[in-house]
């Protein structure tokens, strides 16, 4: 008798850069999450979908847990536990080539109210930074932090155990049958995926206080009149000081200009066309802070 067919939720939690948005880009097989060397790069709780015949997987990529400093810092914290409350399976990860904080333990401490009722993995990432000797006293070191379902050693970058860590996932969901249509990788609106790429390219080689205080928002994506092979995207970069405006353009706004080239080829993969990027840098004081802004900004 054949295995019955599985579908649900997984996501992955961890400190600002651990690793999540590129595992669930490998796991998915396509690039639906954003992924930059600046930690709390992820936003928004991006959904990627794994197909295979037995299940359907689908990973919820959620921002970075960290202690919040601006109201926009706590809205994030409050989507990771909106989303923890809602998947089948928790994984968290941990780099292997670093040891073990207090921003783990301050997760772990979190995840214990979870791991009543929702089983967690733990997660040990980036396996191909770390000799051997390091992920082996790593796996030991996690058995410490948290009563794990299992624990796993992977590398998104060159592929290794990523299947087994799909099916450890996989065992842990619910029977059911397929919640997306096949080939569907994601479910984000794409004006969301081209912000985010626009952003990811934004957030290349600038100085560390810049990521937190870039939002970027598509305010036009149509179809260039009279053409169906150019789409028109018309997009905003908003930041909260001058002086980052200038980061942001560059000299004789060069910078702007480079970030404009490396935003298109991303998004003309993500949409198949040849597209004409049009980017605008604005000053929006404090917007972190105010409510109202927040809003305006899409969170």
């Known amino acids: 008798m054949s295995e019955p067919h599985r579908s649900g939720f997984a996501c992955f939690v961890g400190r600002p850069n651990a ?13 639906v999450a954003i992924t930059s060397s600046k930690p709390q790069t992820t936003r928004h709780a991006i959904r990627g979908v794994v197909h295979r015949p037995d299940a359907q997987l689908i990973i919820v990529d959620t921002p970075g847990l960290h202690r919040p400093r601006t109201l926009l810092g706590q809205r994030l914290n409050d ?6 409350s809602e998947v089948d399976v928790v994984g968290l990860c941990v780099p292997a080539d670093e040891k073990i904080g207090p921003g783990d333990r301050y997760i772990a401490d979190q995840l214990r109210k979870v791991a009543r009722r929702t089983p967690v993995i733990g997660v040990v990432t980036k396996t191909d930074l770390a000799d051997r000797d390091q992920v ?21 970058v060159d592929g290794f155990q990523l299947d087994t860590l799909a099916d450890l996932l996989v065992k842990r969901l619910p029977e059911g049958p397929e919640l997306y249509p096949d080939g569907e990788l994601t479910d984000e609106p794409e004006q969301t995926l081209v912000a985010e790429l626009i952003r990811e390219a934004a957030l290349e080689g600038v100085r560390d206080e810049l990521p937190h205080s870039l939002a970027v928002t598509v305010e036009e994506m149509v179809p260039r009149e009279g ?4 789409v028109d995207v018309h997009a905003f970069l908003y930041v909260e000081r001058p002086s980052q405006k200038g980061i942001i353009l560059g000299h004789q706004g ?24 049009d980017l605008h840098v604005k000053i929006a004081k404090d917007w972190q802070r105010d409510p109202k802004q927040l809003r305006r900004l899409g969170f």
């Open 227 to 230: 053409r169906d092979d150019l």
């Open 79 to 84: 989507l990771v536990y909106a989303t923890w």
């Open 136 to 156: 082996v006293a790593q796996l030991a070191a996690m058995q410490d932090l948290l009563d794990f379902a299992d624990i796993v050693p992977v590398s998104a």
């Open 254 to 277: 060069q910078r702007l200009k480079d970030v404009g080239t490396q935003a298109r080829k991303q998004i003309e993969n993500l949409l198949g066309s040849k597209i004409y990027l």
């Open 19 to 31: 690793g999540k948005s590129t595992l669930t880009n490998a796991l998915v097989g396509s690039k």
